[in-house]
């Protein structure tokens, strides 16, 4: 027997083009709700947005292809606030960016209001926040990369996936909070960019609160132990983390030096940080006459972990994924074979459903003819 | 919420309070270090009871050794003594607003109280490998019988099933395996990592709401559910659209901090000791306005290709501006007409310099009298904020309130526990 998906028969209208609000809208449809996507005449800007599958265009943005995936399009003139509020009344959730113009859904409306923003700060409110800029305002940007370079974005649009996954967050909290109390009016989530990127911190803002230490850039190396690092492999790079004694004991038997483990330059974290360029080349000799894969097979073993520096074509072909049947067709038309990730967790009680991005427009007709003239509220 | 509990905990500690959304729900919290402890806070900010059950050395030696990388930096002022287990700076962090049990689970009778623990709760959340549960004897299977309620999240670094399932993990491999280092370099095949390991949080975020999901689910069903959450997998979903560009064949991908549609984008040298600059250009109005900044009218008219093919002539250019100009100040003209650029914070900046909101700090008085302003929760949610922040617990801080008020054992039986090292409250000797 199937399980019915978490959110069947919740209508969720993404107003917003930010892509927080557009992965929040995705994982809200992968979950079973209906989302349908607000678009003007001329498209998403996400359809504007690479990366491309191929050439620039509408139909061809890879960006719009994954996060719009399992959402039907309406196209609706900005100006049309009729239809516009319909719509919003016709939903239980509602994603918006701020400052987009769009009217408010109105009195009786009792769903639930998602606003993404870029800083929740008061003075600077209506700062425009590209990704990059929240990297830098999130404090991630001043400690990545190296040192005697200028700090470096990490890999992917993490800010907006962090403020997204939070958005996601609140309104289930909200969802759950309800059915448990049985209480209902509307309530309204903010969800500012820079203020959730903030937060994805181990001990960057305590290193400051409680020893007044400026958490400098230092690499791919860690600030507390060592080995922790990038090595570089005959085939590419792999990925180690031995900063434990028994891991940096394990991995000096698997390089056949296992007295490596006694020697006191070597004997801890601290010592091990401070001969750090020694213990990097000792790993990198052994390393770099292995492949990828030979180094995280032999180390995996002897339980150290140890991963690869993976691309896009690594994890396509890796053997985890593969046998946890992770991926889903992308939807690419034209494209059949071209895939995409899958599901963020696994459960057995919760399907993630996927389906196309879809056309622009694809869904106008259909969903304007079952809309109330009175924009009456939901049930 | 469930049944058989003996009341609320929170209420009997006077921290109750109205309208969050996860009141009533109790968590018991077997994670250790990041991801997971990250997970269980944003369900306690968010009202849930949530237990730690700790063995007494999880958070580190009673002494600190002198040569041990710990001492760098966590403890309040480099002060170690005289209880370094509890003053912590990361582990603070992460666990405020929770309860604390020290448990030996590898002795019976630690087990049987676990046991009688996750009988009366909604949510069991662990980041061990894949291993551990099993061998306690706490695989899905005895959970779901002990208590059909229960909600069980699992979070394996490479998941459950599969070749890898026992590999180990931690956040500096899981970042890159996912995917993400091969996208963060100066130039293609020099890859990065970040240092916070974002896919550590990331995870953290997306275990809380998986297990809000399935508390949604369970209104539905009634019953409990199991969730493998792979790190892996949750954080290769961050390059999606990489991925799925990448199958196309005529893609290729900016490093160095450039962007494909917002050009130019980079980070650019202030004035001051390795202070910086992030500023793109979204759009063309925007373009225009960097053009009258810099004094280059002529360039106004250069649209996106041509402003891709002199990027290193643009970056000069505003290298040359800025470099004399104070990171926020040059900030705050870029965006006085229209463009995105933020300073690029230290640790100190975002605490000190005034541009995260007020409300993204909260002040929690902590154990050794101190009052320290932490990361708040960053999303609003209208009518359900928390008024009041509690410190992190002391380690076994609540063994007797959870074992007599919500499990019934007599003040002997706790007191044998002690006895028999089943219950501590301080690291071994």
């Known amino acids: ?379 | 919420m469930t049944g058989k509990a003996g009341g609320s905990l929170l209420e009997l500690l006077n921290r109750h309070e109205e309208g969050l959304p996860l009141n009533g729900v109790r968590v018991v919290d077997l994670t250790r270090v990041w991801a997971g402890p990250l997970a269980t806070r944003q369900l306690a900010d968010m009202g849930a009871e949530v237990i730690r059950v700790e063995h007494r050395d999880s958070r580190g030696p009673a002494e600190v050794p002198p040569d041990s990388g710990l001492r760098l930096g966590i403890f309040p002022g480099g002060e170690w003594r005289p209880d370094p287990w509890n003053r912590q700076a990361a582990f603070n962090k992460l666990n405020r607003n929770k309860l604390s049990v020290c448990l030996d689970v590898g002795k019976p009778e630690g087990k049987a109280v676990l046991r009688d623990l996750l009988a009366v709760s909604d949510v069991v959340i662990e980041n061990f490998s894949s291993r551990v549960m099993p061998n306690w004897g706490l695989g899905w299977e005895t959970l779901h019988e002990l208590n059909p309620r229960l909600v069980y999240l699992s979070m394996p670094g490479f998941g459950g099933s599969g070749p890898y399932r026992d590999f180990v993990a931690n956040g500096a491999v899981i970042e890159p395996h996912s995917g993400l280092s091969a996208f963060m370099a100066y130039e293609p095949e020099q890859p990065y990592r970040t240092q916070a390991t974002f896919s550590d949080p990331l995870v953290g975020v997306v275990a809380a709401w998986a297990a809000v999901a399935a508390l949604l689910k369970r209104e539905q069903s009634g019953e409990g559910c199991h969730i493998d959450l792979a790190h892996t997998e949750t954080t290769t979903r961050v390059i999606g659209a990489e991925i799925i560009a990448a199958q196309g064949g005529g893609w290729t991908p900016t490093f160095a901090n450039r962007n494909e549609v917002f050009v130019p984008q980079g980070v650019y040298r202030c004035q001051g000791d390795d202070e910086w600059l992030a500023l793109s250009v979204t759009n063309d109005a925007a373009w225009r306005a960097l053009c009258e900044l810099l004094g280059r009218s002529d360039w106004k008219g250069l649209d996106r290709d041509a402003r891709r093919s002199l990027h290193d002539e643009i970056d000069a250019a505003i290298t040359a501006w800025a470099s004399s100009r104070e990171k926020v100040q040059a900030m705050d003209l870029l965006q006085a007409a229209g463009i995105a650029a933020g300073a690029v914070l230290k640790n100190c900046d975002m605490v000190d310099a005034g541009i995260l909101a007020d409300s993204f700090f909260v002040d929690i008085e902590e154990s050794w009298g101190e009052t320290v302003p932490y990361p708040a929760f960053p999303v609003g949610i209208s009518g359900a904020s928390r008024r009041q922040w509690w410190r992190s617990p002391r380690l076994g801080e609540h063994n007797d309130l959870v074992l007599t008020r919500l499990l019934g054992r007599t003040e002997d039986d706790v007191a044998a526990l002690y006895q028999a090292g089943v219950l501590a409250s301080e690291p071994s000797a």
């Not at chain 1, 803002?205 to 990038?230: E, F």
Request: hydrophobic fraction near 40%; charge should be negative; include cysteine.
């Open chain 1, 1 to 379: 027997m199937s399980v019915a998906p978490l959110l069947q028969g919740v209508r969720v209208v993404e107003l917003g083009s930010s892509i927080p609000a557009a992965y929040c809208g995705k994982v809200l449809a992968e979950l079973g709700a209906d989302v349908i996507k607000v678009e003007p005449p001329a498209g998403d800007i996400l359809r504007e947005h690479g990366p491309f599958v191929d050439t620039p265009g509408t139909e061809n943005s890879a960006s719009f292809h994954y996060y719009a995936a399992g959402k039907r399009s309406v196209v609706v003139a900005p100006d049309d606030s009729d239809i516009i509020v319909r719509l919003q009344r016709s939903a239980s959730v509602i994603l918006t960016d701020a400052d987009d113009g769009y009217p408010d859904p109105g009195e009786g409306w009792d769903g639930i209001h998602a606003v993404f923003k870029g800083l929740a700060s008061t003075s600077r409110s209506g700062y425009v926040v590209s990704d990059i800029v929240a990297y830098a305002l999130g404090g991630y940007l001043y400690t990545d990369g190296a040192s005697e370079r200028e700090p470096l974005k990490g890999g992917g649009e993490q800010p907006e996936h962090a403020a997204a996954n939070y958005a996601i967050m609140a309104i289930l909290a909200a969802m759950l909070g309800r059915k448990r109390t049985g209480e209902s009016g509307r309530v309204e989530v903010e969800v500012p960019l820079v203020e959730c990127m903030a937060t994805m911190h181990w001990y960057s803002t305590v290193m400051w609160t409680y020893a007044g230490l400026v958490k400098q850039r230092i690499g791919n190396r860690l600030d507390i132990t060592h080995p922790v690092s990038l090595y570089r492999c005959s085939d590419g790079w792999v990925a180690i983390g031995a900063g434990g004694n028994d891991a940096w004991a394990m991995l000096a038997a698997a390089m056949g030096e296992p007295d490596l483990a006694s020697d006191p330059r070597f004997a801890n974290g601290a010592s091990r940080l401070a001969n750090a360029d020694e213990v990097d080349a000792i790993i990198t000799g052994f390393t770099s006459n292995l492949t990828r894969r030979e180094v995280m097979t032999l180390l995996q073993e002897l339980r150290v972990p140890c991963g690869l520096v993976s691309s896009p074509e690594d994890l396509l072909t890796d053997p985890q994924y593969e046998a946890r049947d992770y991926w889903r067709d992308a939807g690419v038309p034209g494209r059949p074979g071209v895939r995409a990730p899958g599901p963020p967790f696994r459960s057995a009680d919760l399907p993630f459903e996927s389906a196309p991005a879809p056309r622009l427009g694809a869904h106008t007709d259909v969903v304007l003819a079952t809309l109330s003239k009175q924009g009456e509220v939901h049930g």
